[in-house]
């Protein structure tokens, strides 16, 4: 049988709610549609590189964004010395690249066990907690808060990406 990725039900955030909880639910949402544009399709076509002019997959940002959650959240947010998932030593995009002969349903799994680590990962921690930019390059100091909102700008753009993409493939829109 073919592996397929899985359908979601996609948590609309609610409309009230302390900051934490907001913040929460609105990058739950996103991470949830990232899901969604993946949903019901094969590895094959979360693979496809849909768009000419561009090297993006459907699959290429879901290993992307495993990546993100992990450095802001667990290595940056929480300090744990993790690493990451792909190695970035001679292609600062290998997260998308090398498509071709990645494994679909390990990488989609791996982006749903990373968010449930990241959320334990920075659970107790208050928003207000500063912590520097992992990039010794980049001295700024930044707050759980502004992981919160940069995750979920994050998000926003590249389910941009992947609304695309989807409609490429099979001409699945929504938003």
């Not at 979601?8 to 409309?15: Q, T």
């Not at 912590?131 to 994050?154: A, C, G, K, N, Q």
Request: aromatic share 10%; net charge negative; glycine share 6%.
């Amino acid at each position: 049988m073919t592996w397929k990725a899985p359908d979601v039900d996609r948590r609309e955030p609610p409309l009230v709610g302390d900051e934490r909880t907001e913040l929460q639910a609105y990058l739950d949402y996103h991470r949830d549609t990232l899901r969604w544009k993946c949903s019901g399709l094969s590895a094959e076509q979360l693979t496809l590189r849909a768009v000419p002019t561009s090297n993006l997959t459907l699959l290429g940002l879901v290993r992307h964004m495993t990546e993100v959650e992990r450095g802001w959240f667990r290595l940056t947010a929480a300090g744990k010395d993790v690493g990451y998932v792909h190695d970035y030593t001679d292609d600062t995009d290998a997260d998308f690249n090398a498509i071709e002969t990645a494994d679909a349903a390990r990488d989609y799994a791996r982006y749903r066990d990373e968010i449930v680590k990241c959320d334990a990962a920075v659970k107790d921690i208050p928003l207000d907690q500063t912590f520097p930019h992992p990039r010794p390059d980049r001295p700024d100091t930044y707050s759980l808060r502004w992981v919160y909102l940069h995750m979920i700008e994050e998000y926003a753009r590249h389910n941009g990406h992947a609304d695309l993409l989807r409609e490429a493939i099979d001409g699945l829109t929504g938003e």
